[in-house]
């Protein structure tokens, strides 16, 4: 599932979503800082990962995806 940190968004992080995860992966450090304020009291023992991928990618960027099958291969079984 993916969602944004941004309030306005198509799929907005909601606590509900941060509740259903097993984990969970953002691009920047600012982004696990905002989760982590936003959803303190939702995020319980749950990991955040930070990618550390500049979040200035457009949407499906080539560059972008192999950045991300790179660094979630190991935490994902992906081919």
């Known amino acids: 599932m993916s969602a944004d940190t941004n309030r ?3 799929t ?3 606590a ?3 509740e259903w995860a097993d ?3 953002v691009m920047e450090r600012a982004h696990r800082t905002k989760v982590q304020a936003r959803f303190r009291d939702a995020i ?3 990991r955040i990962v930070c990618l550390d991928i500049p979040d200035d990618y457009a949407f499906m ?3 972008l995806v192999r950045l991300l099958r790179a ?3 190991r935490h994902l079984r992906i081919a």
């Open 8 to 10: 306005d968004a198509d």
């Open 12 to 14: 907005p992080l909601t």
């Open 16 to 18: 509900d979503l941060v």
């Open 23 to 25: 984990a969970i992966y």
């Open 44 to 46: 319980g023992d749950r």
């Open 61 to 63: 960027d080539p560059d």
């Open 71 to 73: 660094k979630m291969a």
